[in-house]
Each structure stands twice: as structure tokens, then as C-alpha cells.
């Protein structure tokens, strides 16, 4: 009963920026953790960036200093802004949402890093 939509991805040069927002809907009591995940092709997907309720955040340690994640707890919204690109942030971003225990994800947004 809960739905992301995710907006934001494309090519962009190395040294680029990229902006990448997620909006909730549905019926929930409360998000405990909203964040992004992404997945490169041939491997895992992992950890971006998380950002708890209570405004704790965890950051992949190849994101940090790059990447800012905020989040309106209001409007149940989470936002990704990604600078100073590398060819090795290519890959298929996700939203993820937390609630009730329950995991949810969008449909993931592809961000390409390319001359």
C-alpha cells in the first residue's frame, strides 16, 4: 500500500551534477528510514545513502563529501544531490522506504556518467 515515485536520473559528464527525488504515497502510520540504493551492472546493490526520522544519515563511504541526502518528513519526500560525478556512480538508483518493519522500493532511475 505504499508507492514511490522517483524522479530525477540521466547522462551527465564527469565532474556533473545530478538532483535525484522520490515521493511517498499511500496509506502508512509513519517512515522510519527513507533512502537510496543503487545497483551497477554485474553487481550487488548497495547502500547510497539513508536518512532515519530522527535525521541520523549513513553515506557509502564512495559518496562521502559528494553526495547530500535531505528529506521532508512532511511531504514524505526524500532527495539526492549528487555532485562531482565519476564514471563510477553509473548505475540504476533506488528509492527505499522503511515502514511497519516492511521494505519498499521504486522503480529505480538510471544515472549515467560519461564524456
Known amino acids: 500500500q505504499v508507492q514511490l515515485v522517483e524522479f530525477g536520473g540521466g547522462l551527465v559528464q564527469p565532474g556533473g551534477s545530478l538532483r535525484l527525488s522520490c515521493a511517498a504515497s499511500?496509506?502508512?502510520?509513519?517512515?522510519?528510514?527513507m533512502g537510496w540504493y543503487r545497483q551497477a551492472p554485474g553487481k550487488q546493490r548497495e547502500l547510497v545513502a539513508t536518512?532515519?526520522?530522527?535525521?541520523?544519515?549513513d553515506y557509502a563511504d564512495s559518496v562521502l563529501g559528494r553526495f547530500t541526502i535531505s528529506r521532508d518528513n512532511a511531504k514524505n519526500t526524500v532527495t539526492l544531490q549528487m555532485n562531482l560525478l565519476k564514471p563510477k556512480d553509473t548505475a540504476v538508483y533506488y528509492c527505499?522506504?522503511?515502514?511497519?518493519?516492511?521494505?519498499?522500493w521504486g522503480q529505480g532511475t538510471q544515472v549515467t556518467v560519461s564524456s
Open positions: 527505499n522506504l522503511i515502514t511497519g518493519g516492511a521494505n519498499y
Open positions: 499511500g496509506t502508512f502510520a509513519n517512515i522510519n528510514n
Open positions: 536518512m532515519s526520522t530522527a535525521g541520523l544519515i
